[in-house]
Every structure is written in structure tokens, then in C-alpha cells.
């Protein structure tokens, strides 16, 4: 089973900055099947990015992916007030398909 | 329009059992993988397993097999997270996600039941 690791737990910034979140894999995720997600307090997690770089329908351009073989990154270049929320990164390319702990966003 | 609609809260004692449901609409329901997510209040999310509901094929990840069961009902576009005997750890939400085939992500999410294991 692949263990996915994010960091850092908790970064507080400010509206217009930058955030860069990792999220590390203890072997070699399959395809750079990776996705990140954002979830907000009482709602279901949303899909922002798959395949380690490709943004989902309707997610703004601010909100972008890299990496690949264990290391993964999302960038929001901008944040936004709406942005401030928990992101999940999960691994869909081996089976059992894990996620990370999280990392919350939030204002500093 | 793709929705999935999940079952409401529930309400459980220790040793009872209980079958969760999530119901598609807007797509050919058998031919997509449902999968199960379980969140632990304040905690992050877990994947349980994903089922396809067109030959019920099922995989479960190591830290759920034999203590849930994932099953379907094609004909009526339902899918069911069931236990049998509940703990009091199993109190959390679960949300059911659709994904296209087993290597794609989760776009597509129910609203989450919320499962209480109280004495």
C-alpha cells in the first residue's frame, strides 16, 4: 500500500499569496495518478487536479499541479478568500488508492 | 446532470447492524466504479473500496476487508456500504464517489451520511 504524505499540516498566509502544498508518496505512484481535493467545512471533497497536473472542469487557472514518481505539488498562485480550506492529495494508480492527511489552508 | 444521492444520518447502538445507500442519476450507472470514503470527525479521508456495479466486481482496501460490505443493485442504481455488527470507532461520515475506471479520480460525490455509534 502506497502512504502518502502532505505537508506542511497547517499553512497560514495571507489573501494573495502563494501556497504551495507537497504531498510525497512512499513509492512510485503508477502514471502520476494523482488528485488533489478541497474540502470546506460540512461539504463533500471537490476535485481540483488529476493525473498530477491536469485541472477538473471548472477549477480557476490559479489552481495548478506538478510533479511526478513520489513528489507532488499544488500551487494556487493567488489565494483567493474561498481558497482557505483543507486540500487532500490521494493516489489512484495502485491499488488500495490511498489519500494523505491533508493540509489546511488557512488565514494568517 | 450526475448525482449521487446518499442516505440519511443514522443513529446506531454497539452490535447493531446498518446498510448506507448511494443512488446515481444522470449516467449509466452500471458501467461506472462507485467507491466508498470514510472521514473520522477532524480527521482526513480514508478509501474503503470501489464496486462496479455492472458484475458487482468489488475491491476493498486491506484495512476494511471483512469489517464492511460493498454490494450494488444495478436495476435500481444503488449502491450499499453495509456493517454488521457496529463499533463505536465506525461513527463517521462516508461518502460514495464515482469514478470512470480504476484509474480515475473521484469527480463526482455524494453529499455524505453521517453514522453515530452511541450506546
Known amino acids: 500500500e502506497i502512504v502518502l504524505t502532505q505537508s506542511p499540516g497547517t499553512l497560514s498566509l495571507s489573501p494573495g499569496e502563494r501556497a504551495t502544498l507537497s504531498c510525497r508518496a512512499s513509492?512510485?505512484?503508477?502514471?502520476?495518478?494523482v488528485a488533489w481535493y478541497q474540502q470546506k467545512p460540512g461539504q463533500a471533497p471537490r476535485l481540483l487536479i488529476y493525473g498530477a497536473f491536469s485541472r477538473a472542469t471548472g477549477i480557476p487557472d490559479r489552481f495548478s499541479g506538478s510533479g511526478s514518481g513520489t513528489d507532488f505539488t499544488l500551487t494556487i498562485s493567488r489565494l483567493e478568500p474561498e481558497d482557505f480550506a483543507v486540500y487532500h492529495c490521494q493516489q489512484y494508480g495502485n491499488l488500495p488508492f490511498t489519500f494523505g492527511p491533508g493540509t489546511k489552508v488557512d488565514i494568517k | 446532470e450526475v448525482q449521487l444521492v446518499q442516505s440519511e444520518a443514522a443513529v446506531k447502538q454497539p452490535g447493531e447492524s446498518l446498510k448506507i445507500s448511494c443512488k446515481g442519476s444522470?449516467?449509466?450507472?452500471?458501467?461506472?466504479?462507485i467507491a466508498w470514503v470514510r472521514q473520522m470527525p477532524g480527521k482526513g479521508l480514508e478509501w474503503m473500496g470501489i464496486?462496479?456495479?455492472?458484475?458487482?466486481?468489488?475491491r476493498y482496501s486491506p484495512s476494511f476487508q471483512g469489517q464492511v460490505t460493498i454490494s450494488g443493485d444495478k436495476s435500481i442504481s444503488t449502491a450499499y456500504l453495509q456493517w454488521t455488527t457496529l463499533k463505536a470507532s465506525d461513527s463517521a461520515m462516508y461518502y460514495c464517489?464515482?469514478?470512470?475506471?480504476?484509474?480515475?479520480?473521484?469527480?463526482?460525490w455524494g453529499q455524505g451520511t453521517l453514522v453515530t455509534v452511541s450506546s
Open positions: 444522470g449516467y449509466d450507472f452500471p458501467n461506472y466504479w
Open positions: 464517489a464515482r469514478i470512470s475506471h480504476t484509474s480515475s479520480p473521484m469527480a463526482y
Open positions: 513509492q512510485s505512484v503508477t502514471g502520476s495518478y
Open positions: 464496486i462496479y456495479p455492472a458484475d458487482s466486481d468489488t
